[in-house]
């Protein structure tokens, strides 16, 4: 296989497609149980709108496109996952083969994402908006280097564009051109590109792909925002010290779990050169140095103001280019780059075996010993249980949360589904046929009280009367005998009936 790649560089994205085409297969051979992630995008995907939740659409844009194709199915939702994904390292790699001369370094980069655990087992675990800015990050760097280095009319277009879908990515990847546009300004060969009356079209696509996002924003600030604030903030910290002391703390342990386990592999197996490569300079390692610092002072001032939890998969679009500046430090050094692809291709290939391996196992052998995944809930025969015990189909499938109600959809999407106050657009209700409300505790216990969200619902519909509740039990997919998953359910019947 070294030899081969040595020759025909461009297999490493066939070596991908491989691997990605596994792990799409892997996943339809698991339990048609949605996880946390799988299960909103499948409710939401009920509705194309300008704007959700507090996470920006594009994901949830490309997620309703593919259902309304292939349908409301479990494939559906890992197609787009892994195309995705796939697309990243393909425009990574594109972005690595602009800056590097050495195609052996430039597919050690590519394989180096499979280093990061929020690109290579997170996204896959249960990620979305994640997945999305993956994509849009290696799009931007690609056409960013691209205009660095070409400065063609069409690289500044797809630099707007990527910019663009950057931000209904994920908001936070808006610091990553910032830092960029900061990071050029030193080099003269770099600003003369920021400085091109084209960044003025860059800008105008970026503004006309956020838009129609933008306006739903303005208007919704509060549910845009409110979520990712209360994340990154806490009320337990007793004094601004200690809040900043913990805002710090989180930073670095971010920085660590998102970086270490690519700095380490690079570390061992160039360690002969490792100084050399430390000390190594050019115009890119320099630039991207440049972003990197000025994305971390963007983090330490959001600390300051108030940042108390950063999370290491926030870090990904400031910082997934990591395997490219090492690449690009190590080409700076002269290093023998026969020796890094030599060395680094069986830790690809390891990579490659574990990640799918232990996404597929941890279903099964975590159910062996009672500690349940979402995977592992059956709530396909839980919803098929509720329904047979109907008195007659009903008009809509009330419950609580998304990830409840996504899966209730995969098991019948002939059945419209509803989250009071996360429905995109409310319900129309049709008042002379029945209302199923579905609720169920996180661990599964029996719990016979609705939720507050749903008893408000129910008080505020004064068309219908409770008849009907119940509950089921059920085994867990690959669960101990005598362990059972319950959930509770009423139907509310119209008065008069």
């Known amino acids: 296989m070294l030899a081969t790649l040595r020759q025909r560089p ?19 051979l698991l339990p048609r149980s949605l996880d946390l992630d799988e299960g909103e995008q499948l409710f939401l995907a009920q509705w194309l709108a300008a704007g959700y939740n507090s996470q920006p659409p594009l994901y949830n844009w490309l997620q309703y496109g593919v259902v309304a194709l292939l349908g409301p199915t479990l494939f559906s939702l890992a197609l787009l996952k892994n195309l995705m994904l796939f697309a990243s390292y393909v425009f990574f790699g594109l972005a690595a083969k602009t800056v590097l001369r050495s195609r052996e370094l430039a597919i050690v980069a590519v394989l180096e994402l499979l280093t990061i655990p929020q690109v290579s087992f997170e996204a896959q675990r249960d990620l979305s908006h994640t997945v999305a800015v993956i994509f849009s990050t290696s ?7 691209r205009t660095l280095t070409t400065g063609t009319t069409l690289s ?46 860059a800008g105008l696509v970026a503004v006309v792909v956020f838009l129609p996002h933008g306006l739903w924003f303005l208007d919704h600030v509060g549910d845009a925002t409110g979520r990712t604030l209360g994340k990154l903030t806490s009320e337990e910290t007793s004094g601004r010290a200690e809040q900043i002391l913990t805002g710090l703390v989180s930073l670095l342990l971010a920085f660590i779990g998102f970086s270490a386990l690519t700095l380490l592999p690079f570390a061992l197996t160039l360690r002969e050169d490792l100084k050399a490569i430390l000390r190594a300079r050019s115009a890119w390692t320099r630039l991207f140095a440049r972003i990197f610092l000025i994305a971390a002072a963007a983090l330490v001032l959001m600390v300051l103001f108030g940042a108390t939890s950063i999370k290491d998969r926030w870090l990904t679009p400031l910082y997934l280019a990591l395997p490219l500046y090492l690449a690009l430090k190590a080409e700076a050094a002269g290093t023998d780059v026969s020796a890094v692809l030599r060395r680094f291709l069986p830790i690809a290939l390891v990579v490659m075996v574990l990640v799918p391996a232990v996404l597929f196992l941890r279903i099964p052998v975590l159910g062996l010993i009672g500690r349940y995944e979402k995977i592992n809930v059956p709530y396909g025969p839980a919803i098929e249980h509720i329904l047979a015990e109907a008195p007659a189909g009903p008009a809509l499938v009330l419950t609580s949360d998304l990830q409840m109600a996504g899966n209730i959809r995969l098991h019948r999407p002939d059945l419209p589904v509803s989250v009071p106050g996360q429905n ?8 002379s046929r029945p209302v199923l409300v579905v609720w169920r505790t996180r661990d599964g216990q029996p719990d016979p009280r609705q939720p507050e969200v749903l008893a408000s619902w129910i008080a505020g519909n004064v068309a219908f009367t409770v008849g009907e509740t119940g509950e089921v039990a059920v085994p867990y997919h690959y669960g101990r005998t005598g362990d059972l998953y319950h959930v509770a359910f009423s139907y509310l019947v119209p008065k008069g009936r």
């Open 139 to 145: 799009l931007f760097l690609y056409a960013f280097l």
């Open 10 to 28: 461009n297999l490493v994205f066939a070596l991908l497609a491989v691997y990605f085409a596994i792990n799409l297969a892997l996943r339809l």
């Open 156 to 201: 500044y277009l797809l630099t707007g564009f990527a910019v663009g879908l950057g931000v209904i990515s994920k908001y936070n990847f808006v610091l990553l051109p910032a830092a960029a546009a900061l990071a050029v300004l030193p080099d003269p060969a770099f600003r003369r590109r920021l400085f091109d009356w084209r960044i003025l079209l």
């Open 424 to 431: 995109p657009v409310d319900p129309v209700v049709d008042p």
